[in-house]
Each structure stands twice: as structure tokens, then as C-alpha cells.
T-cell receptor, first 115, second 117 residues
Framework: GAVVSQHPSRVICKSGTSVKIECRSLDFQATTMFWYRQFPKKSLMLMAT?????????EQGVEKDKFLINHASLTLSTLTVTSAHPEDSSFYIC???????????FGPGTRLTVT | AQTVTQSQPEMSVQEAETVTLSCTYD???????LFWYKQPPSRQMILVIR??????QNATENRFSVNFQKAAKSFSLKISDSQLGDAAMYFCAYRNGDAYNTDKLIFGTGTRLQVFP
């Protein structure tokens, strides 16, 4: 099966700092990666769709300057939370797919806590 | 816009028994896919089963099967011979079939399944 990893699995940062989360497809090339946010006991909310080599497409209400997404290679996408605030504390999940119409494979998630 | 609704926030089942989780959706598309994902306490999303809208036959994967009612826009998941390891959050999800347009997943709010020994 296809494997997607995320790093780190947990991160604690102070208010005002930036934190980067990596999403890697380990055994396949992913033309598209998706970033989700999940609040406790809630569903997954799509934040943005990231296509390799192009700018990410953000969902309505998601600040692109706050949640910077880079998809520089076919196996790596990064989400940088800039000037983090306590309300950014959440569980962030990425998924990756080979191409249009292919299945999405999910990473194990990253728990971000902003103090 | 497409929506997915799961009306059961929590369900419980006795080990070895059968349980059905409900899901309804709304779309004007004719070509789409439906999924059930499992999210155990580890938070890793696991694909349980998928159904192509153009297929009339209900998908099955071992103890998991779906009841796909296209006209009613209903997509329920049946878990037979429930096991303790089935305890998790279950999400119903929808994706358009036109992959070159937009194929993002739209999730329901989830159903928490408890399995009692």
C-alpha cells in the first residue's frame, strides 16, 4: 500500500513563532497533496489543495498568508503556520495522491499546541 | 455544493453483533465516489470501503458492506461480527468523479462506534 508520513507527530510552540509540518509520500510520487485540520471530536476540514510545482488552492476562510503551503517535489509538501496563536492549536492531517482520480492516502497527523 | 450528513454521533454494538452506520449525501452530479473511513484512537485515517456511483452492486470488504441507495442518496455501512478493534470514529466521505475538475473529499461529521465485549 501507499505510505504517507508526517513530521513531527507532535509539536509545541510559543505564540508568535512559526512552525513547519512536513508531509511525505514514501513509496509513490504525489502530484497532489491535501492539508486538513481536525478539531477535537470533529470532522476533517480541508484547508488547501497543493499541486506539485504550483501554488496551493486554499478553501474559503483559510488565510493563505498564515498557512503557507509549499509542494516543491513529488514527495514532499510542507505546511508552515506563521505567527502561531493558541487558536491555531489543532490536529493537522495531510493526504497525498498520485494523480487525478487516484485514492488519497492519509498521513498519521501532527498535533500542534501553541502556548 | 455537495454535502455529507451523518445523523448518528455515537453508536454502540456488542462484540460479534452487527451494526449499521448511516450516511446521506446531496449532490447534483451523476459521477461520484463514496467512501467510509475509519479513524481509530491513533488518529490515522484508514479507508474501509469505497463505492462507485455508477456501480449498482454494493461494495463489500470482508466484514464490511455498504447499502448504496442512489435514488435516496443514502450510503450506509454495515459491520458484521463486530470486533473490539472496530471501535473508532467512522467518517462517510464523498468525491466527485470528474477528477480533472475537483476531486477533493467532503467528509461527514462522523459516528463514534463503541464495541462492548
Amino acid at each position: 500500500g501507499a505510505v504517507v508520513s508526517q513530521h513531527p507527530s507532535r509539536v509545541i510552540c510559543k505564540s508568535g513563532t512559526s512552525v513547519k509540518i512536513e508531509c511525505r509520500s514514501l513509496d509513490f510520487q504525489a502530484t497532489t497533496m491535501f492539508w486538513y485540520r481536525q478539531f477535537p471530536k470533529k470532522s476533517l476540514m480541508l484547508m488547501a489543495t497543493s499541486n506539485e510545482g504550483s501554488k496551493a488552492t486554499y478553501e474559503q476562510g483559510v488565510e493563505k498568508d498564515k498557512f503557507l503551503i509549499n509542494h516543491a517535489s513529488l514527495t514532499l509538501s510542507t505546511l508552515t503556520v506563521t505567527s502561531a496563536h493558541p487558536e491555531d492549536s489543532s490536529f493537522y492531517i495531510c493526504s497525498a495522491r498520485r494523480g487525478p482520480g487516484y485514492e488519497q492516502y492519509f498521513g498519521p497527523g501532527t498535533r500542534l499546541t501553541v502556548t | 455544493a455537495q454535502t455529507v450528513t451523518q445523523s448518528q454521533p455515537e453508536m454502540s454494538v456488542q462484540e460479534a453483533e452487527t451494526v449499521t452506520l448511516s450516511c446521506t449525501y446531496d449532490t447534483s452530479e451523476s459521477d461520484y465516489y463514496l467512501f467510509w473511513y475509519k479513524q481509530p484512537p491513533s488518529r490515522q485515517m484508514i479507508l474501509v470501503i469505497r463505492q462507485e456511483a455508477y456501480k449498482q452492486q454494493n461494495a463489500t470488504e470482508n466484514r464490511f458492506s455498504v447499502n448504496f441507495q442512489k435514488a435516496a442518496k443514502s450510503f450506509s455501512l454495515k459491520i458484521s461480527d463486530s470486533q473490539l478493534g472496530d471501535a473508532a470514529m467512522y467518517f462517510c466521505a464523498y468525491r466527485n468523479g470528474d477528477a480533472y475538475n475537483t476531486d477533493k473529499l467532503i467528509f461527514g461529521t462522523g459516528t463514534r462506534l463503541q464495541v462492548f465485549p
